[in-house]
Structures are given as C-alpha cells and as structure tokens.
Nanobody
Framework: QVQLVESGGGLVQAGGSLRLSCATS????????LGWYRQAPGKQRELVAT???????NYADSVKGRFTISRDNAKNTGYLQMNSLKPEDTAVYYC???????????????WGQGTQVTVSS
C-alpha cells in the first residue's frame, strides 16, 4: 500500500515563498514520476509540475521561473519550492506518484490528501 503525505502549506503574503513536501512510501522501483497538481475553488484540477526518475522536469506556463520541483530518492520525498507567490496561486496542492510505461501511459498512480496554500494580496 503506497501512501503519500503532503505538508508545508499555509498562509503567505504575495511575493513570499513556501516549500511543499511529499513523503511517500513508494520507491524508484515502483514509481518513476512525481508530480504536483492544484485545484482552486470553482476551478478544475491542473498540473503544476512533474519530475521523472531521470530528473526531467515539466512546468505549467503559469509557474515557470517561479516554482521548482525536486526529489530526494534516499528519503522517498518530493518537493515543490514556490517563490514569488501570487494570489492566483491560492489552491489545494496535491502530490501524485505514478508509474509511466515506455509508451507514456500511466499504469498506476497514487494521490496525497492535499495541502492548502493561501496567498494574500
């Protein structure tokens, strides 16, 4: 049973920073991609950033240059460093761990419970 636990959310002023953490029981042998998604009130869940076991990263255009995704394989933990935060970044942020096959198809995935990020203006 793979479990993901997010932490690090909170209230921050515009222009400030937060670092989210995702502790997972999954290893690099069971999953090969970690990702962060977010969902704001009244909006659909959207991709924020992903990182593969090969350290390839992908970011949503809205966060490029401000957010950095990383991982620590020894700790089975992923991170999302968020700088220059804006009120529009306010959302519940979810961690995702997935096994992606060679065709790019998700074989299985796991989700965390989410952590609230609120950015005040």
């Amino acid at each position: 049973q793979v479990q993901l636990v997010e932490s690090g959310g909170g209230l921050v002023q515009a222009g400030g920073s937060l670092r989210l953490s995702c502790a997972t029981s999954a290893s690099i042998f069971s999953v090969n991609r970690l990702g962060w998604y977010r969902q704001a009130p009244g909006k659909q869940r959207e991709l924020v950033a992903t990182i593969t076991s090969g350290t390839r990263t992908n970011y949503a255009d809205s966060v490029k240059g401000r957010f950095t995704i990383s991982r620590d394989n020894a700790k089975n933990t992923g991170y999302l460093q968020m700088n220059s935060l804006k009120p529009e970044d306010t959302a519940v942020y979810y961690c995702n761990a997935a096994k992606i096959n060679w065709r790019g198809v998700t074989e299985y995935e796991y989700w965390g419970q989410g952590t609230q990020v609120t950015v005040s203006s």
